[in-house]
């Protein structure tokens, strides 16, 4: 059978709140969000989704700390930098033909800089809204959206290779991209074609249950983008990678799937 191949790779874990995840509810409840890159191998080419949070977490911890205290702050091992854990798949920066990003936030912009081979793909909306010329003030300061080191890459040695995907866009064969919004003006949904089905990875949805349960998810910028992205993710796709899932290595045994 044709299609792509998925594994994911953890980049460091948090916890937040629960109406953070779970839309005013879950008042009391902390909830465990895992970071994933996303590894998409097939047809000779190599694509990820997400590059992880930068070397340095200091800026991201102390907001993140400021919210929610220390159990908020990201925590990454060793093994969890980005190039560590590619590394762990036989995988260089070198050889990623696409990055794959969503959204324009440190968490998955962090490393964009250090695949120097890579065509960087985001949202031409998002581009625009959540990085260029935001319609309304950012909760999110920009050093924390792109942070300095990928910045100067895609401004200066990387800019030839910066793609700006359409709300409806293809990457290659098998793998596609639609705009979603809903989390942040740069949020995407790809779509991957596995020998195991058509494979949904968004951060539109943070866990399995604000799509199977359609409970939105708190950190929003739309309920109405949130309804409409649901309902074409499960029109459109057989399984779902929620970007910040830790059942994800539950339902897919060493996070690989097709």
Known sequence: TMGFRIQVLKMGECEVAGPEVFWMSRWNDWVKLVFWMVVVRGYGKTAIINTGPPADLGALNQRWG??????????????????????????????????????LQAYATGNLHLFPNARICVSKRGWIEDFHAEKFPMHVPRELRIPDEPLRYLTFEGHAKLSLLDDEDE?????????????HRSSMCYVVDTPAGRVAITDCVFRYENIEAMVPLGIQESLDEFHLACARIGRESDIVVPLYEPEVTTRHPGGRIG
């Open 66 to 103: 400021e919210a929610f205290g220390e159990r908020g702050k990201l925590a990454r091992s060793e093994g969890e930098r980005p190039v560590a854990a590619l590394a762990s798949l036989g995988i260089r920066p070198e050889d990623v033909d696409y990055v794959l990003v969503t959204p």
């Open 171 to 183: 990457v290659m064969p098998g793998l596609r991209a639609f705009w979603v919004g809903v989390h």
